[in-house]
């Protein structure tokens, strides 16, 4: 197997090949992390299911291509839902939590009054 066909080795801190890391260069590490899951999907289409991606017609040529570019749009788009839902979720985690919090310190205060009230009525009787 070829290591450079793998896609995500072909990021560089120098992705334009200029000889320095430039401003220049942060557009292009943006577009590889955004056709980062298309191009993976192709490479093991390629290497696991050369059949498929025969049918396809796809292969490693086509990185950063159409193909690649609507399955990382649809990859991109699910993650972003499911970080949505997971945000939501854990919102909703915290607030039941703290009003469990806020219950059981006021009954632990309610407890410790009572408690003392009890105390301060034994010691004058």
């Given at each position: 197997?070829?290591?450079?066909?793998?896609?995500?080795?072909?990021?560089?801190?120098?992705?334009?090949?200029?000889?320095?890391?430039?401003?220049r260069d942060l557009g292009l590490w943006a577009k590889h992390a955004y056709f980062l899951p298309g191009d993976s999907l192709?490479?093991?289409?390629?290497?696991?299911?050369?059949?498929?991606?025969?049918?396809?017609?796809?292969?490693?040529?086509?990185?950063?291509?159409?193909?690649?570019?609507?399955?990382?749009?649809?990859?991109?788009?699910?993650?972003?839902?499911?970080?949505?839902?997971?945000?939501?979720?854990?919102v909703r985690a915290a607030r039941f939590l703290a009003g469990h919090i806020r219950r059981l310190r006021a009954e632990a205060?309610?407890?410790?009054?009572?408690?003392?009230?009890?105390?301060?009525?034994?010691?004058?009787?």
């Amino acid at each position: 197997m070829n290591p450079a066909a793998l896609p995500w080795m072909r990021f560089a801190a120098d992705m334009n090949g200029d000889g320095a890391v430039t401003i220049r260069d942060l557009g292009l590490w943006a577009k590889h992390a955004y056709f980062l899951p298309g191009d993976s999907l192709l490479w093991f289409l390629v290497t696991y299911l050369r059949p498929v991606a025969r049918f396809l017609e796809v292969g490693t040529e086509d990185y950063q291509g159409f193909f690649s570019g609507f399955v990382s749009a649809f990859a991109w788009f699910v993650a972003l839902v499911l970080l949505g839902v997971v945000h939501d979720r854990t919102v909703r985690a915290a607030r039941f939590l703290a009003g469990h919090i806020r219950r059981l310190r006021a009954e632990a205060l309610r407890r410790v009054r009572v408690l003392r009230n009890r105390w301060r009525g034994r010691l004058w009787l």
